[in-house]
């Protein structure tokens, strides 16, 4: 069984940055596509970042693309997400997802692609 913990999470003024972290216990970390959702209030989980297996690709939802970076370290097994020029609209909780892939480069940016959650995060960006 896949289990992911995230961390990192906390309170910041508007154009602060946070790095957040999730660690990935259970099989071959190297093996799963990772990926950051958000869920704010009343809204649908939304997804953030997402890297490929090895790390050379990545993909950003265009609300957050260069001010966000997803990165991985397959040595200690977990993926990080460091956001900057936090926006108020940033707020939310943030999860860490994973999916077991066979595929070097491929990068998924759907919920229903992910197969394993964190418990998430809470990410608030105040004016």
């Known amino acids: 069984q896949v289990q992911l913990v995230e961390s990192g999470g906390g309170l910041v003024q508007a154009g602060g940055s946070l790095r957040l972290s999730c660690a990935v216990s259970?099989?071959?970390?190297?093996?799963?596509?990772m990926g950051w959702f958000r869920q704010a209030p009343g809204k649908e989980r939304e997804f953030v970042a997402g890297?490929?297996?090895?790390?050379?690709?990545?993909y950003y939802a265009d609300s957050v693309k260069g001010r966000f970076t997803i990165s991985r370290d397959n040595a200690k097994n977990t993926v990080y997400l460091q956001m900057s020029s936090l926006k108020p609209e940033d707020t939310a909780v943030y999860y860490c997802?994973?999916?077991?892939?066979?595929?070097?480069?491929?990068?998924?940016?759907?919920?229903?692609?992910?197969?394993?959650w964190g418990q998430g995060t809470q990410v608030t960006v105040s004016s």
């Open positions: 997802a994973a999916v077991f892939s066979s595929y070097e480069t491929y990068v998924y940016t759907r919920r229903s692609e992910y197969d394993y």
């Open positions: 890297v490929s297996r090895s790390g050379p690709r990545t």
């Open positions: 259970g099989r071959t970390f190297s093996a799963y596509i």
